[in-house]
């Protein structure tokens, strides 16, 4: 798209994450500071070779929480809704960013409910299916499947204010 046209609706979909970089650190420091009591008590009743196993296991559980929390900083998708068609950007891990733009003729917006699960938001048009807002719940979905299949309602059947036919 050389020319970018005008966005009609945006939405930008980031995981939610409620510990921040100060929590994982004091959820760290817990573990840590646990494990170490359990490995001196051990010790101190001449089971030592849990010490070695105790400490690897915490170690596996730091990198986890830290490549975990890493991982989720980075992903990100975004939907621009245009004249031109409807772009959905996904940024992952690594830098890795994929563009996806579909055509706003024949598209619909779809919730596919899965029992027990979060319903699935789809993208559908003639030959594509798109998953979208992965990271969602439930009602932010159902509020999002809403409020874009109105915005491509008005896409499609704009409403134009002529003062001259007013009564």
Known sequence: MAEQAR??????????????????????????ALSALVSFLCWRLGAWPIV????????FAVFAL?????????RSEVL???????????????????????PVGWLR???EERRG??????????GIALPVAEALGEA????????????LERLRHPVFDNPQLRD
Do not use: Q
């Open 52 to 59: 070695g196993f105790n400490g690897a296991e915490i170690g």
């Open 80 to 102: 621009l809704l245009s004249e031109a068609g409807l772009r959905v950007v996904r940024s992952g891990p690594r830098g890795r960013h994929e563009e996806t733009v579909l």
């Open 117 to 126: 699960r979060v319903p699935a938001l789809m993208l559908r048009a003639p």
């Open 140 to 151: 932010e979905k159902r509020s999002l499947a809403a409020a874009l299949s109105e915005a």
């Open 7 to 32: 966005s009609l609706f945006e939405a930008v979909i980031v995981p939610h994450r409620s510990l921040s970089r100060r929590g994982l650190g004091t959820v760290i420091g817990a573990i840590a």
């Open 109 to 111: 917006v779809a919730l």
């Open 66 to 74: 830290v490549w975990h929390a890493g991982s989720a900083d980075r």
